[in-house]
């Protein structure tokens, strides 16, 4: 039959494609490869986790917990939780390079401070603890976990010296023969072992558990880890140690080459690089002298110190489909350096997410910067695809839900690395120096530049369209795009492939001046004239306005089939079995039309501004302008809200049980595109100048005065901000692109 001889035929044509899927280029190399074996917080989920930068390294990692006064189980914290409910926990300063100190606020009236140094590759950590109620005890489990099979590792169980303590020695491929000696500074400490054969690494926490029980001690009731647990050359080694009102542990790691700083030389050591951190900061981001109070200042040290803190190091694969196949392949394996956007909730690489992270990391270190884009962009398959999300191995991946774990192999992500690209090679000093490593990132990321506009392309020229919306779904008020990161925001209500999407067109339009530079550096004759092209094409207003352009709403929109009279209601149905008797469904009173979707303006209508592609002292620019100041639109004390309080979406659920997201909430990123926007546009003179200027300065002022205040408030910095209170909503901490309050702060609003 017809249908068979094309399922034969699309059976057989599809290895081909898939194949190209889970192809990879030659990685970039970069010109000094980081060292791996410099250990750093890079376990980006737990609350005190170290690490190396080596698929199958040693893992030191840290639990805690109140002795809980009755028979109830132990309150372990370990894996970054909000459950825990923590008053506070920050790195307070990091480079994401040598060294950390953070603070952890228990809610049990504990403060515990973790701070580290490596050296060689060593590493020393030193913890301390003070409770506030002097009768309550504290546990403290330390552990190693080898992740080869052919490492080695012991326990020494005789802890009798009274100084420094011998924990573990082993042997391992990066190490050779190492050990890790403690020194506690605290009296009558009990202490506990436990050494286990295998270990599940997604719940280490749980076996912790599993292997505690309350023993009788003359101090009353204590709960340990059950001493007779240790096996022969265990998995995971831990120690626990059951500790008084104040103490402070000192624990070294010693490789066969190198010996741990401890006592003296490890302070001087710490104390040099937090120097040279804050002084660093100040260099980078000159924020003396401007009037800050305190807070702010807090605010914009501790932005940055976590985003470089949470820094994490992922090994593994993902798991990929193509779009109409469910055929699920394993992606990689690949190794992953990327900061996070929350340790709690999203301890992995995002892609556009990156390319904020390192609008700031770049300011300060640009090396960094670069090894990240790096390994980023060696994750890219042959085809130029990049995955939106990566959760790779099981550790990453048992954090998401089994629905979210598989990413689709048509679906983009906007492509915010561009601006970071654009700013390193404007850096000649940086941009010679790393020649070589340029002349390698130019042709993959010329690969995902064509991925971008081959298949995202709209069905007119010059039009572009996210794929990935779901065209059928009856249940929610506005089909989501994922892709373009914005999530809920609304576009056409009737998903189309006549759609055009302004934010792409303009992600475009930046992306190709980058291209341009690039190929002006790197490209042929050829290729310079076809980047030309794309940037004439891109960058051309009158198109802009002809494809994107509301006359009606005075505005730059979406285009699509549109429908404006849309709801959520509760329907009846008809009853089945066991079926409830009414539904949410989307009931559509007006019949969409192809018309722009001009009910709808928030952050997407900034996309012209953010690109810059708005004439200065136009028109366009006086509505866009007029409408950013106002308090029924997008105005607020706090930043810009995401979507106008005109909309008929503003702050509305897309289904029964998701609430708005991008749909009035004030977010930090695109806040800080429009910013910088602003802030160039305010150089160019002209009658909309000194208003521009105003709104620069008040915009500005308005985020950095919130921010700082819920920090005060809550302890936290926020995934975003409500925009009728300024309160710090959604995840937190989120210490993601809402770092970017630091250049805000700061003068680098340019980028
Ligand atoms: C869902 C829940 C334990 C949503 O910051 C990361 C992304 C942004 O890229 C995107 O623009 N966030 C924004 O709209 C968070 C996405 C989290 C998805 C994972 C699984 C896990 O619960």
Redesign the pocket.
């Known amino acids: 039959s017809v249908v068979g001889a094309l399922a034969a035929y699309a059976y057989f044509h599809w290895p081909s494609k898939d194949s190209t899927l889970i192809k990879f280029l030659p990685p970039i190399q970069l010109a000094e490869q980081p060292k791996k074996t410099i250990w750093g917080s890079f376990r980006s989920q737990n609350y005190f986790g170290l690490r190396t930068k080596t698929p199958k390294g040693m893992l030191f990692g840290m639990a805690w917990y109140s002795q809980p006064s009755m028979m109830s189980m132990p309150n372990m914290r370990h894996v970054c939780d909000q459950g825990d409910g923590l008053n506070h926990y920050a790195w307070t300063k990091a480079d994401g390079r040598s060294f950390g100190q953070q603070i952890v606020n228990d809610s049990s009236g504990l403060i515990l401070n973790t701070d580290w140094i490596s050296h060689e590759d060593t590493f020393t950590a030193r913890i301390s603890g003070l409770q506030k109620n002097p009768k309550q005890r504290t546990a403290v489990i330390l552990y190693l976990l080898k992740q080869d099979p052919q490492a080695t590792l012991s326990i020494n169980k005789k802890l009798n010296d009274r100084h420094v303590k011998r924990l573990f020695n082993g042997q391992s491929d990066e190490f050779g023969s190492y050990y890790v000696d403690l020194s506690i500074s605290a009296h009558g400490v009990y202490s506990s072992t436990l050494g286990g054969a295998s270990v599940d690494i997604t719940n280490i926490r749980d076996y912790f558990l599993r292997h505690t029980t309350a023993d009788e001690t003359s101090d009353g009731l204590i709960y340990q880890l059950n001493q007779q647990d240790v096996v022969e050359n265990p998995v995971i080694a831990a120690i626990q140690l059951n500790l008084p009102e104040k103490f402070d542990l000192t624990i070294s790691f010693n490789s066969q080459n190198h010996t741990a700083l401890t006592e003296k030389s490890f302070l001087e050591a710490l104390n040099a690089r937090v120097t040279s951190f804050e002084e660093k900061i100040e260099e980078a981001f000159k924020l003396k002298n401007k009037g800050y109070t305190n807070n702010e200042l807090h605010l914009g040290q501790l932005a940055l110190s976590n985003m470089l803190g949470s820094i994490g190091y992922f090994y593994g694969h993902n798991k990929v489909q193509l779009p109409g196949s469910d055929k699920v392949q394993a992606y990689g394996t690949h190794s992953l350096v990327t900061a996070v956007?929350s340790r709690p909730?999203?301890p992995r690489g995002?892609l556009?997410?990156e390319g904020f992270h390192n609008m700031l990391i770049r300011k300060f270190d640009q090396e960094l910067s670069l090894e990240i884009l790096v390994s980023w962009l060696n994750t890219m398959n042959v085809n130029g695809w990049i995955p939106r999300e990566m959760i790779l191995g099981e550790e990453a991946e048992s954090?998401?839900?089994a629905e979210?774990v598989i990413q689709r192999s048509n679906v983009a992500n906007p492509p915010s690395w561009f601006y970071v690209i654009w700013k390193m090679i404007e850096d000649k000093e940086f941009s010679v120096k790393h020649k070589k490593v340029f002349e390698q990132i130019y042709p993959k990321v010329s690969r995902w530049y064509n991925w971008l506009r081959q298949s995202q392309k709209g069905d007119q020229k010059n039009t572009f369209r996210w794929r990935g919306r779901n065209a059928t779904i009856e249940t929610e008020l506005n089909p989501k795009t994922l892709s373009s990161?914005?999530?809920d925001y609304p576009r056409a209500s009737h998903p189309s492939t006549q759609e055009r999407h302004l934010d792409l067109r303009c992600w475009l339009a930046i992306a190709s001046r980058v291209m341009v530079e690039l190929a002006n550096l790197f490209g042929s004759e050829a290729e310079k004239k076809r980047y030309d092209e794309y940037l004439k094409h891109d960058s051309d207003f009158e198109d802009l306005v002809e494809k994107h352009w509301s006359h009606e709403a005075k505005a730059f929109v979406d285009y699509g089939l549109h429908s404006y009279d849309v709801e959520l209601k509760r329907v009846p149905l008809k009853k089945k079995g066991k079926q409830p008797e009414e539904w949410i469904w989307k009931r559509v009173s007006e019949k969409p039309q192809l018309r722009m979707v001009d009910d709808v303006f928030g952050y997407n209508s900034l996309y012209p501004l953010i690109a810059r592609l708005i004439p200065p002292n136009s028109e366009y620019m006086e509505h866009t302008l007029n409408r950013i100041r106002d308090e029924k639109e997008l105005w607020t004390n706090f930043g810009l809200r995401s979507l106008s309080k005109q909309s008929p979406y503003y702050g509305q659920k897309n289904t029964e049980h998701d609430p708005p997201?991008?749909r009035g909430y004030i977010w930090i990123n695109l806040n800080y595109l429009t910013l910088s926007a602003l802030n160039h546009y305010s150089g160019v003179p002209g009658r909309l100048q000194e208003r521009t200027q105003q709104i620069f300065t008040e915009l500005r002022q308005n985020i950095v005065r919130n921010m700082a205040e819920e920090l005060q408030r809550t302890g936290y910095i926020w995934e975003n901000y409500d925009d009728k209170t300024g309160r710090g909503r959604g995840t937190h901490p989120f210490t993601?692109w809402s770092s970017l309050v630091l250049m805000i702060m700061s003068d680098q609003l340019d980028g």
């Open positions: 956007p909730f999203f995002f556009w997410d954090r998401v839900p979210f990161g914005l999530d997201y991008w993601g």
